[in-house]
């Protein structure tokens, strides 16, 4: 059974800091991960996408690796700003049908 | 990408009354995805619709207390039946992309039973 887990749960930093979030998961044989972003009582919005093929995504100041062998991946956000505030998680997929299975999250606050 | 529509965006009900949540993709896709986010948690699936069959539920979850419609490629609906304080949570819809998988979301249906 897939177990997805994310750390730290909660995170704070100084604006303009360079910062890692990390997503760990129980099985390697995965389609594909997904990052989301929450903002608080709204729907997710999706930051990057990973097929299982791939080693990263990048899209603006937001990089997503993928190490399937590991069972990891991390989400890098450079130059940090307060509108990177947000709830962060990860999600993974078994197979092209198959359900998405999601992380706790972690709840990033970045202090101007 | 697809872009998913949701409503109510919230409401207030009371004990023991049923709400019916809607859910409108702007492309024809396969499968749709309820999910459950209670307060302070992830997500937790409720249920797979498939057009044309009877919606797939998670374990946990049953079809007289939520019952699912997906009566076309762009439309499904959630009803959560029978409502207590414990059903207080935001109610999300998803598609996935047809060929690259990636799944997509509402805005959410924040619900707070009294």
């Known amino acids: 059974k897939q177990e997805v887990t994310q750390i730290p749960a909660a995170l704070s930093v100084p604006e303009g800091e360079n910062l890692v979030l990390n997503c760990s998961f129980t099985d390697s044989a995965i389609y594909n991960l997904q990052w989301f972003r929450q903002d608080p009582g709204k729907g997710l919005t999706s930051l990057l996408l990973i097929q299982s093929s791939q080693r990263e995504q990048t899209s603006g100041r937001l990089n997503a690796s993928l190490d399937k062998s590991s069972g990891r991946s991390t989400l890098y956000i450079a130059a940090s700003q307060p509108g990177d505030s947000a709830t962060y998680l990860c999600?993974?997929?078994?197979?092209?049908?198959?359900?998405?299975?999601f992380g706790p999250g972690t709840s990033l606050s970045v202090i101007p | 990408s697809a872009v998913i529509s949701q409503k109510p965006s919230r409401d207030i009900c009371q004990r023991g009354t049923s709400l019916t949540i809607q859910c409108q993709v702007d492309s024809q896709v396969t499968m749709m995805f309820w999910y459950r986010q209670q307060p302070g948690q992830s997500l937790t699936l409720i249920a797979t619709?498939?057009?044309?069959?009877?919606?797939?539920?998670e374990s946990g979850f049953v079809i007289d207390k939520f019952p699912i419609s997906r009566p076309n490629l762009t439309f499904s609906t959630l009803t959560v039946s029978n409502m207590s304080p414990e059903d207080s949570s935001i109610y999300l819809c998803s598609a996935g992309g047809a060929n690259t998988g990636e799944l997509f979301f509402g805005e959410g249906s924040r619900l707070t039973v009294l």
């Open positions: 619709a498939n057009q044309g069959s009877e919606a797939t539920y």
């Open positions: 999600a993974v997929r078994g197979t092209s049908y198959d359900k998405v299975i």
